[in-house]
């Protein structure tokens, strides 16, 4: 169980705007940035937005992040087949020591 | 260009150890901390393990804490975990990632390596 709350699957077809979510609590998203990566089985996870709504160079920008309190979004307008993957979201947790907290995964599939 | 390259993982058996290596290169590899990130068969990610850019400074996940051992050589560019007493449920891909500062603690992973698959298995 992991201890961020993602949807298991999203889907849409190209050209349209999909969003997906990630749900945590006041010791991670509601007190820290968020993070989003992108991961195709087999490739290394690429980061895609970090301090929730900052994109690294070479992002497009179809790719966006917002957070509200506790929660936070990723947003992918203008689908491309090549969205097809598999996405996490991640944020810092400040319980007892602190560490790094993953949501479970959103497999995004482009129909 | 950053790079990272994860070695070390295979077959072992429960109770069994087992090194993981991750040779980097592309940056200045001391200035930065380093983490260990594993994915279960099926399911999420999960932070494992993280070190310092001098090495001095390491944390674990409950999970694996007094199991796994977290080092580094910034002579060699190489990150490694010494994993001991290994279970059914370290069955995963590890995953090395770059931090984007020289500590782990909320800074966030920037650039992460292919993988190396460990099964743990009798």
């Known amino acids: 169980q992991s201890v961020l709350t993602q949807s298991p699957s999203a889907s849409g077809t190209p050209g349209q705007r999909v969003t997906i979510s990630c749900s945590g609590s006041?010791?991670?998203?509601?007190?820290?940035?968020v993070y989003w990566y992108q991961h195709l089985p087999g490739t290394a996870p690429k980061l895609l937005i970090y301090e929730n709504n900052q994109r690294p160079s070479g992002v497009p920008d179809r790719f966006s992040g917002s957070k509200s309190d506790t929660s936070a979004s990723l947003a992918i307008s203008g689908l491309r087949s090549e969205d097809e993957a598999d996405y996490y979201c991640a944020a810092w947790d400040d319980t007892l020591s602190g560490l790094w907290v993953f949501g479970g995964g959103t497999k995004l599939t482009v129909l | 260009e950053v790079q990272l390259l994860g070695s070390g993982g295979g077959l072992v058996q429960p109770g069994g150890s087992l090194r993981l290596s991750c040779a980097a290169s592309g940056f200045t590899f001391t200035n930065y901390a380093m983490s260990w990130i594993r994915q279960a068969p099926g399911k999420g990610l999960e932070w494992v393990s993280g070190i310092s850019g001098p090495g001095g400074t390491t944390d674990y996940a409950d999970s694996v804490k007094g199991r796994f051992t977290i080092s580094r050589d910034n002579s060699k560019n190489t990150l490694y975990l010494q994993m001991t007493n290994l279970r059914a449920d370290d069955t995963a891909i590890y995953y090395c990632?770059?931090?984007?500062?020289?500590?782990?603690?909320?800074?966030?992973?920037?650039?992460w390596g292919q993988g190396t698959l460990v099964t743990v298995s009798s």
């Open positions: 990632a770059k931090v984007s500062a020289v500590v782990v603690a909320a800074h966030h992973h920037d650039y």
């Open positions: 006041s010791s991670n998203i509601g007190s820290n940035y």
